[in-house]
């Protein structure tokens, strides 16, 4: 069987869950996507599918094995695109992560009217709380928050974050307001246990003060953190641009911002190689204008 056939067959049960879905996209019987599929996991010797009377679930070694066939057919795809002399044109699936709220408030906006602009091209967007490995993921871009470590990615700064303190009105009526990172030891700590908020409180250009806290409440998302701080029940410390909005609104009032420490830098990143797909400059470029252009991004 043409095995870069029952790739895209493969990648197509995956993204619809649905071996008849994939076969009516593909204008495929469904014994012939069967049959592909089939033919894969004889080739891998892996189970790539778990199946069921009701859902089709991609097993570990399936999710790994759909990921490097997206890598496969999207380098087949450019790599005809550059041989044709199309290369300049955005074409084809560009794929997007970025952290979940920063995503939902930006990166998505920037996506569709990007995808309005260039209809040869379709999205995928990842909103991930973590670090996600570009090359093994198919990503093509990404927005990250904070200092990043040596690599070969290609990374452009388009402005910073801040860690911030803050509380509803109706919770410093009650309880007054911190004038010092110290006083915090006092007050009602709402705490964020997700992948990129640390569990210590840190002040100062070094991040040298780090009070002793004890949190009356955790949180595993910054959503529910700040719908607790909203609430007045306590004091959060998410990003600025996480609060943006309440904060505007007078909802939420950001305290001891001359403790602060350093803001955290924000990068679009993608992969360097000898071929830089057009939809992934073309994409980078217009990100980077947009998110430099944000109000809250400074």
């Given at each position: 069987m043409d095995k870069l056939q029952c790739m895209k067959v493969l990648v197509k049960v995956a993204d619809t869950g649905s071996f008849a879905d994939a076969a009516r996209q593909m204008h495929m019987s469904s014994p012939a996507v069967t049959r592909a599929v089939a033919f894969l996991e004889e080739v891998t010797g892996a189970r790539l599918f778990l199946r069921s009377t009701r859902s089709v679930k991609l097993t570990a070694q399936g999710h790994h094995y759909v990921e490097d066939c997206r890598r496969v057919l999207s380098d087949i795809d450019e790599a005809e695109a550059s041989a044709g002399g199309s290369y300049a044109t955005p074409s084809g699936v560009l794929t997007v992560t970025a952290p979940v709220l920063f995503g939902q408030y930006y990166v998505m906006p920037i996506v569709t009217e990007f995808l309005a602009l260039h209809p040869a091209v379709t999205g995928r967007v990842l909103l991930f709380d973590r670090i996600v490995n570009l090359v093994e993921e198919g990503i093509d871009v990404a927005v990250r928050i904070g200092h990043l470590p040596d690599s070969s990615y290609n990374a452009t700064r388009v402005g910073t974050v801040r860690?911030?303190?803050?509380?509803?009105?109706?919770?410093?009526e009650r309880h007054g307001v911190p004038q010092t990172p110290a006083d915090l030891a006092s007050h009602t700590i709402i705490a964020s246990t997700g992948?990129?908020?640390?569990?210590?409180?840190?002040?100062?250009?070094?991040?040298?003060?780090?009070?002793t806290l004890h949190p009356r409440l955790f949180c595993n998302t910054v959503d529910a953190s700040i719908s607790a701080a909203l609430s007045g029940w306590g004091l959060?410390?998410?990003?600025s641009y996480q609060v943006a909005r309440p904060v505007a609104d007078g909802r939420l009032r950001i305290i001891l911002e001359e403790f602060e420490e350093e803001p955290l830098p924000i990068y679009v990143v993608h992969p360097e190689g000898r071929h830089v797909?057009?939809?992934t400059r073309a994409?980078?470029?217009?990100?980077?204008e947009r998110l430099r252009a944000g109000p809250t991004i400074r």
């Amino acid at each position: 069987m043409d095995k870069l056939q029952c790739m895209k067959v493969l990648v197509k049960v995956a993204d619809t869950g649905s071996f008849a879905d994939a076969a009516r996209q593909m204008h495929m019987s469904s014994p012939a996507v069967t049959r592909a599929v089939a033919f894969l996991e004889e080739v891998t010797g892996a189970r790539l599918f778990l199946r069921s009377t009701r859902s089709v679930k991609l097993t570990a070694q399936g999710h790994h094995y759909v990921e490097d066939c997206r890598r496969v057919l999207s380098d087949i795809d450019e790599a005809e695109a550059s041989a044709g002399g199309s290369y300049a044109t955005p074409s084809g699936v560009l794929t997007v992560t970025a952290p979940v709220l920063f995503g939902q408030y930006y990166v998505m906006p920037i996506v569709t009217e990007f995808l309005a602009l260039h209809p040869a091209v379709t999205g995928r967007v990842l909103l991930f709380d973590r670090i996600v490995n570009l090359v093994e993921e198919g990503i093509d871009v990404a927005v990250r928050i904070g200092h990043l470590p040596d690599s070969s990615y290609n990374a452009t700064r388009v402005g910073t974050v801040r860690r911030v303190v803050c509380g509803a009105p109706s919770y410093f009526e009650r309880h007054g307001v911190p004038q010092t990172p110290a006083d915090l030891a006092s007050h009602t700590i709402i705490a964020s246990t997700g992948s990129s908020a640390p569990l210590d409180w840190r002040f100062g250009p070094e991040a040298k003060l780090s009070p002793t806290l004890h949190p009356r409440l955790f949180c595993n998302t910054v959503d529910a953190s700040i719908s607790a701080a909203l609430s007045g029940w306590g004091l959060a410390r998410p990003l600025s641009y996480q609060v943006a909005r309440p904060v505007a609104d007078g909802r939420l009032r950001i305290i001891l911002e001359e403790f602060e420490e350093e803001p955290l830098p924000i990068y679009v990143v993608h992969p360097e190689g000898r071929h830089v797909s057009a939809k992934t400059r073309a994409f980078v470029d217009f990100a980077v204008e947009r998110l430099r252009a944000g109000p809250t991004i400074r």
